[in-house]
């Protein structure tokens, strides 16, 4: 579906679920698969992929470790900013905005909700930190298994994160290049402001 050929929605949230609907009709592999950009105090950019855990509020969730890069970089300075790409449906979505992080309890509601193998190693990785083997982890997991038979306590520097949308930028593939984009503004006054790019 061409953004020309159908009107735009005003709401860039009912256009985005649309779209990653169909991504998801369309088989795209992992359609949550998200590049996250950050950038630290001194403004140097990081990039990486998370997976989008859904909108909350009109807000993108991911989670994370809170002391790996990305999560001193967001201490540092909560602008961020993700890129969808789908590639069979060719469509782009580019978010930008503030990040803050989620209230505890829904961190440890969502961390209950992942096999037990992977709470363990969120609990046992100090993410983005230089260990010395491979052996280091396991054996940490091993010791955690062994302490925890029964619940994995949520760890206290991981958790749910929320994007809220400064603009939204939606790209889709044309013939020629000559590519559609539309953006979504936020408003002050509430709303959105539409405009087309050039490609
Ligand atoms: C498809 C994919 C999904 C990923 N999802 C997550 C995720 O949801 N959360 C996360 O912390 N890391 C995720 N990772 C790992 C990150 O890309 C990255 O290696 C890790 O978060 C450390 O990044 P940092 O050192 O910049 O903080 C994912 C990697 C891939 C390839």
């Not at 088989?27 to 998370?50: F, K, N, W, Y």
């Not at 983005?128 to 760890?155: H, I, M, Q």
């Not at 400064?166 to 593939?173: L, M, T």
């Amino acid at each position: 579906m061409s953004l020309i050929e159908s009107r735009a929605p005003a709401d860039p949230l009912v256009l985005f679920r649309r779209w990653y609907r169909e991504a998801a009709r369309n088989g795209a592999p992992q359609p949550e698969a998200i590049a996250l950009a950050t950038a630290d105090a001194r403004g140097a950019p990081s990039a990486r992929m998370v997976l989008f855990k859904g909108l909350d509020d009109g807000r993108f969730i991911f989670y994370s470790n809170y002391d790996s890069r990305k999560g001193r970089d967001l201490a540092a300075n909560n602008r961020a900013a993700l890129v969808f790409f789908w590639s069979a449906a060719r469509h782009q979505v580019r978010v930008s905005g503030k990040v803050s992080r989620l209230p505890r309890a829904a961190s440890i509601a969502y961390f209950h909700s992942r096999p037990r193998g992977a709470q363990l190693s969120a609990l046992a990785s100090r993410q983005s930190r230089v260990v010395r083997s491979r052996a280091v982890l396991e054996k940490a997991v091993a010791d955690l298994e062994r302490g925890y038979p029964k619940t994995v306590p949520l760890p206290s520097d991981w958790g749910g994160y929320a994007l809220r949308p400064d603009w939204i930028e939606f790209w889709e593939s044309r013939t020629d290049r000559l590519h559609d984009r539309l953006r979504y503004v936020r408003r002050r006054e509430g709303g959105w402001r539409l405009e087309r790019l050039a490609p």
